[in-house]
């Protein structure tokens, strides 16, 4: 299901879908063009196991590029979830072929077919709140630290490679205790993936958010809800809360950590050159370095240009 795209500036759609994909370099040209002809912005990557992306343009070019993606076999039912953004969050458009369209490094995890059960926003709040259940974040440890579900368990991963062998190192106990577990990501696709890896353990209850924590954000009030915080996204807007609006959450442009104003606040904090994450780690080289780079952008922001220096803005990896 799909939902249709908020008014505003900038509309920006988040999709996935896992569905065998064949002669991906035949698939990626017509779909460059289209996106091209839309003046689309952001980044789509393509798999034999899927499509995985999200950009950002005019309502209209968005649903070019997905009903275009929406026409290959198999691709029909893809989930997309569309948000807004005051400003364009991409400087530039990238279609590129990948291993994996969410990278987990373990062979033969069939997400189209041995996922778990998808839990809708309006019934997630009860399944969490059931003690014997299991709630885990599959997302990384930046992510989880600007928000998150109430009791769900940080595996503290720096990336989603971690996170088979941090379940494996956890897994004995709870199929002991038979309990339930119930995953949740960004946007929908980590936690599907990582439900058929559980899967694959050797787990049946096995639960994950449809549509992720935007669709959530976007679908439960406020005063309902059982998220904490705001969510972390893969672009220059940095973060959403309720209602998908922009949250407060600034990027370190020297090592892409998620910022909050006591960050900013930190005699650690230099704009677009450290923070209190990476501070220590910063050699003077890297300093000069990061400085010029901040400086150059800040001249092409005041003559209104773009400036590749700040590409991908939040984006260590593509999202949702």
């Not at 999709?15 to 017509?30: G, Q």
Request: overall charge negative.
């Amino acid at each position: 299901m799909t939902t249709a795209p908020l008014s505003g500036q900038t509309s920006v759609a988040a999709l996935y879908c896992f569905a065998p994909l064949e002669d991906l370099a035949a698939v990626r040209l017509p779909l460059l063009d289209v996106c091209r002809e839309g003046g689309v912005r952001g980044t789509l990557l393509l798999a034999e196991e899927g499509v995985n992306g999200t950009i950002a343009g005019t309502e209209d070019a968005l649903e070019k590029v997905v009903a275009h993606i929406r026409s290959w076999p198999g691709f029909a039912d893809m989930d997309v979830k569309y948000s807004t953004a005051s400003a364009m969050p991409f400087l530039r458009l990238k279609v590129r072929l990948k291993r994996e369209i969410v990278t987990m490094g373990v062979a033969d995890v069939d997400a189209a077919h041995d996922k778990g059960h998808y839990v809708d926003p309006a019934e997630w709040n009860a399944l969490i709140s059931d003690p014997d259940t299991v709630l885990i974040d599959t997302r990384n440890d930046y992510e989880v630290r600007i928000g998150t579900f109430r009791g769900a368990i940080d595996p503290e991963t720096k990336s989603f490679r971690e996170f088979p062998q941090w379940f494996d190192d956890h897994a004995e106990r709870w199929r002991e205790e038979g309990r339930k577990v119930a995953m949740f990501c960004t946007g929908g696709i980590r936690c599907e993936k990582a439900t058929a890896y559980v899967r694959q353990q050797g787990f049946d209850n096995v639960f994950h958010l449809k549509g992720g924590i935007l669709k959530y954000l976007e679908t439960v009030e406020q005063d309902a809800s059982l998220f904490d915080g705001e969510c972390f996204v893969f672009d220059q807007r940095v973060s959403v809360k309720h209602g998908l609006a922009e949250g407060e959450a600034e990027l370190c442009h020297g090592c892409r950590h998620p910022l909050y104003p006591e960050d900013l606040a930190s005699e650690d904090y230099e704009a677009g050159v450290a923070c209190p994450h990476c501070a220590a780690a910063r050699s003077e080289a890297d300093r000069v370095r990061y400085r010029e780079r901040q400086r150059q952008m800040e001249l092409a922001e005041r003559s209104g240009q773009n400036h590749l220096g700040a590409d991908a803005g939040a984006g260590r990896s593509v999202g949702p």
